[in-house]
Nanobody, 120 residues
Framework: VQLQASGGGLVQPGGSLRLSCAVS????????IGWFRQAPGKEREGVSC????????YYRNFVRGRFTISRDYAKNTAYLQVNSLKPEDTAVYYC??????????????WGRGTEVTVSS
């Protein structure tokens, strides 16, 4: 399974981006998809996750109401819509997939990250 994250960039505070995670080697209906981020000098932290079997989504409190995770089965791509961005959202964002359909820091496959910089 391979994952490719994209969609990052430089955005002003309050702006939005849509991060994409293209999945190959498996289909989205068989894996949980998680989004994580790592800011400079900080540990990687979970942001959001979706379970494939029941569609349950999880969000960390610091992004709840601003970020939305979704999936496009036809494109086999997961998304993270990030709105109302704050400077503290600046980080490299990673997507990950788990064949056991679990959300955790120990997911099976990880993609390369996409960098998000929030600055005026």
């Amino acid at each position: 399974v391979q994952l490719q994250a994209s969609g990052g960039g430089l955005v002003q505070p309050g702006g939005s981006l849509r991060l994409s995670c293209a999945v190959s080697g498996s289909t989205l209906d068989h894996v949980a998809i998680g989004w994580f981020r790592q800011a400079p000098g900080k540990e990687r932290e979970g942001v959001s996750c979706v379970i494939s079997t029941d569609g349950i989504t999880y969000y960390r409190n610091f992004v709840r109401g601003r970020f939305t995770i979704s999936r496009d089965y036809a494109k086999n791509t997961a998304y993270l819509q990030v709105n109302s961005l704050k400077p503290e959202d600046t980080a490299v964002y990673y997507c990950a997939a788990d064949l056991r359909d679990r959300c955790s820091y120990d997911m099976d496959y990880w993609g390369r990250g996409t960098e998000v910089t929030v600055s005026s």
